[in-house]
């Protein structure tokens, strides 16, 4: 590890000890429900692992973090937390720390670790055009890391238990289709319908799913597809003249999903004394940008920060391009929602509060089923 990753790791040590704690304390519920919580998945979950990447998709500078536990940035492509943040204290345990963005302690990840990669994609080499990424096999890789390492730690049996006892979360795809499919690398258009890449797709997630199952894990949350175009990007490159969503782009995410639930389920089926669910954060989105006003927000399709028409053209670099208060608006970014976004789509996955989003069951009843 170079000087850089060490003076970030006592930067991030300092904020966990100080204001982070402390904040979070009153709301953590102990026991915990689940021993510990894994992420996979890309900028809708990453937490730090870009900030010790060479790439552009990076959020480790304001305006990113301002609403978070300790107003810093950390990484999060939000203005604050993002959604396995909210279920970790859900789950009655801390928020996960970044894979790369801990020393490798056991100790630090025994509540859980937190892979995902902003711009990774379930194809290999999607996103790649952004500089690097971890893609969705190699965060599957770094986890089978984790569990020898903890096996090495604590013993063969504590581990397993460990395992198969905490949650997984999987949030990545949508990457497949806007740096790689949309943009056509190796003329993918032509060769494949979108329903062949999307079975392509949900075959590998199923393969992916298995291998871990084989590491005994065995609960798995697997998130859908977002509203992608109605994202303020796509607003604007598309030129969407009152706000109107790009169909085609979510016909694609739309697609995605059904397939995704189809194939979770019958695989939940498959490996029975597994629970595997499938929660469909299209429905989710979709709710809230249509009964918008009761959950206050006014701002539907402009981002808070961002240039150019949508706040769409231009990506969010400085605090002076950044709204006064995101806390009335859905997107937060060109690509990414508000905190206020990802704490109703948590609900969601949780109980289902606002909307019935997982199926067959929410994570609630998967983690508090005594008998799996
Ligand atoms: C995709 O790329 C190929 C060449 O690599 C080109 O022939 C084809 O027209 C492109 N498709 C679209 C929809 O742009
Ligand atoms: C949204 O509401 C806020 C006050 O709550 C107001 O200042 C702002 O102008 C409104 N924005 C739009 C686009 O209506
Ligand atoms: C943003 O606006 C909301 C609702 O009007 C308010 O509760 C909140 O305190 C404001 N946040 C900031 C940082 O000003």
Known sequence: ?????????????????????????????????????????????????????????????????????????TGRFSNGRIPVDYLAMRLGLPLVPSYLGQAGDVKDMIHGVNYASAGAGIIFSSGSELGQHISFAQQI?????????????????????????SVFYISIGINDYIHYYLLNVSNVDNLYLPWSFNQFLASSVRQEIKNLYNLNVRKVVVTGLAPIGCAPQYLWQYGSENGECVEQINDMATEFN????????????????????????????????????????????????????????????????????????????????????????????????HTKMCHPMNLEDMVIRKEK
């Open 258 to 353: 059904y397939l995704m639930r189809y194939m979770v389920i019958k695989l939940g089926r498959e490996l029975s004394d597994a629970s595997i669910i499938f929660c469909d954060v299209f429905e989710g989105s979709m709710d809230i940008l249509k009964n918008h006003q009761s959950y206050g927000f006014n701002v539907t399709n402009e981002a808070c920060c961002g240039f150019g028409n949508y706040k769409g053209w231009i990506m969010c670099l400085s605090p002076e391009m950044a709204c006064s208060n995101a806390s009335n608006h859905i997107w937060w970014d060109q690509f990414h929602p508000t905190d206020a976004v990802n704490e109703i789509l948590a609900d969601n996955i949780w109980n289902g509060r």
């Open 1 to 73: 590890m170079g000087v850089n990753v060490i003076l970030n790791l006592l930067a991030m040590c300092t904020l966990f000890s100080s204001s982070f704690a402390s904040s979070l304390k009153s709301a953590i519920t102990f026991p915990p429900l689940a021993p510990a919580l894994f992420v996979i998945g890309d900028s809708s979950v990453d937490c730090g692992t870009n900030n010790f990447l060479g790439t552009f998709a990076r959020a480790n500078h304001l305006p990113y973090g301002r609403d978070f536990d300790t107003h810093q940035p």
């Open 141 to 165: 890789q770094q986890f089978t890391d984790t569990f020898q390492q903890f096996v090495i730690s604590m013993g063969e049996d504590a581990a397993t238990n460990l395992i198969s006892n």
